[in-house]
């Protein structure tokens, strides 16, 4: 029994060492002349961002291809482009921070309850990395997202499935006033960006707002704008 | 005849994983922004030892640790058992956002590992691994901790450096940004297992109220640290 198997697998391995033989035997000048330049290779990634929190609407996501490098790290001062989208939700000086290859801007604000599908994508260069961040419009500073995290054999058609939590860039004080918050809670009275950095200057993970609703009567925040960890499910889908 | 040689193989081969020494470098950081983490103790023991459990009573030693930052009790304890120990990694306070890293060589058989420092400004709150068991495969691996109740004492928020085992109050605002003068935020500690920690509540008025505590410095949502375990 055993004998006759080896037997089979001898045989079968036969023909296919002649015909690779063959092969190369065959090889002809025309075969050589058509190679061809490739096509360019695009690599492309549909990134789906789910607010999860109750009341905290989102700035316009970005989302960047990188081989390279964080966007933050705990402990370390905030770089002053994530400075600005923290406080202020503008993603454009993040979206061109050095170590991006592609970068893209969510068309809007994404509503509590409400999903954007983002799509970016990079030619002849498989990225390695994709962060992404968004800032929670209602606080002073606080922002969520991804930092880095590897595409590496991440084949086509396949998705990664993930949720975030939320930092702090540590860079204005939380102190929830009228005046310092950007997002409808203060109907626009509020300032984002702000070069002073009156906080601790490191990033952090935040601790959640306090609101007036629970205890800081100063606070233009009510219970509405609480929120606790996760704040965004994420999936990344390559499709190219 | 040839059944047997390979069960006994892989006989062989699981307890030289399960219980082979291991050498790991460990960070720990403190994700919070405003949560001092006094000094850290790290063990790796075997799977009948354990520093805290979630839902029973705290020892006396975790009491200790856990309203005044006294580690010298469960040190003991692991060292009894001939669990592998680090104590006080950070020399002194890991301040909010800092890290600190060290190494722990494992012997036979001491296969879990758990970490517990305690949080101030709090009464008896703590950051806690509980008996994580160490891959057996090289690697780096990272995990995240929440923050725990030891149910020992009520969470009055009153800084008042009380930081024995029954003395009320808190120890300290290592941070020098705490009130005083707070009327107390409980007199009660009515769940006595070790529990999730509810978060600190603070107030808005550091001269008074109900807390000494701030309610915009002084709060956190879980996880409140990262341990980043290579095993090599």
Redesign the interface.
């Known amino acids: 029994m055993k004998r006759s198997i080896n037997n089979i697998a001898f045989v079968s391995l036969l023909p296919l060492a002649l015909l690779s033989g063959c092969n190369d035997n065959d090889s002809s000048p025309m075969e050589v002349e058509e190679v061809v330049i490739p096509e360019p290779v695009v690599y492309s990634y549909e990134v789906t961002v789910s607010n999860l929190t109750y009341g905290q609407p989102l700035s316009p996501v970005a989302v960047v291809l990188h081989d390279e490098g964080q966007f933050w790290q705990i402990g370390e001062s905030a770089s002053v482009a994530l400075e600005v989208l923290a406080e202020s939700g503008d993603n454009s000086s993040f979206l061109m921070e050095e170590n991006v290859l592609a970068g893209q801007s969510g068309t809007g604000i994404i509503m509590p309850g409400m999903s954007e599908t983002i799509e970016v994508s990079l030619t002849d260069n498989e990225p390695a990395l994709l962060s992404l961040a968004t800032m929670l419009v209602n606080t002073n500073d606080a922002f969520t997202g991804i930092n880095a995290i590897t595409l590496t054999n991440l084949p086509v058609g396949e998705s990664i499935s993930l949720t975030t939590r939320s930092y702090d860039a540590g860079t204005e004080k939380n102190s929830e006033l009228i005046s310092t918050i950007p997002g409808p809670a203060s109907s626009g009275a509020g300032e984002g960006f702000n070069e002073i950095r009156d906080d601790l200057d490191m990033v952090g993970m935040h601790a959640g707002v306090v609101s007036v609703d629970d205890g800081l009567s100063t606070s233009v925040l009510t219970q509405a704008h609480k929120f606790d960890n996760p704040t965004l499910h994420i999936t990344i889908n390559r499709t190219n | 005849m040839k059944i047997n040689t390979l069960m006994a193989g892989l006989t062989f081969a699981a307890t030289a994983l399960s219980s082979q020494a291991q050498q790991l470098d460990i960070t720990v950081?403190?994700?919070?922004?405003?949560i001092y983490y006094t000094p850290i103790l790290i063990g790796a023991h075997n799977a009948d030892t354990s520093l805290f459990s979630t839902g029973e009573m705290a020892s006396e030693s975790l009491q200790m640790m856990a309203e005044g930052g006294d580690i010298s009790g469960l040190s003991m304890m692991l060292s009894t058992a001939n669990a592998d120990v680090v104590e006080n990694p950070a020399e002194g306070l890991l301040a909010?956002?800092?890290?600190t890293t060290t190494t722990l060589d494992t012997t036979d058989g001491n296969m879990y590992l758990s970490l517990v420092a305690m949080m101030l400004p709090t009464n008896d709150g703590f950051v806690g691994l509980d008996s994580w068991m160490i891959p057996t495969e090289a690697g780096t691996y990272t995990l995240t901790l929440n923050a725990y109740d030891a149910g020992t004492e009520a969470n009055d928020e009153i800084i008042n450096g009380g930081g024995s085992p029954g003395v009320a109050g808190i120890p300290a605002a290592p941070g020098g940004d705490a009130g005083t003068g707070a009327m107390g935020v409980t007199m009660n500690e009515e769940n006595g297992y070790i529990h999730i920690h509810r978060g600190s509540?603070?107030?808005?008025d550091l001269a008074g109220g109900k807390s000494d505590l701030d309610?915009?410095v002084h709060?956190?949502?879980?996880?409140?640290a990262?341990i980043t375990v290579v095993v090599n």
């Open positions: 950081t403190n994700l919070t922004q405003g909010p956002t800092m890290t509540l603070g107030d808005d309610n915009t709060r956190w949502l879980n996880p409140v990262r």
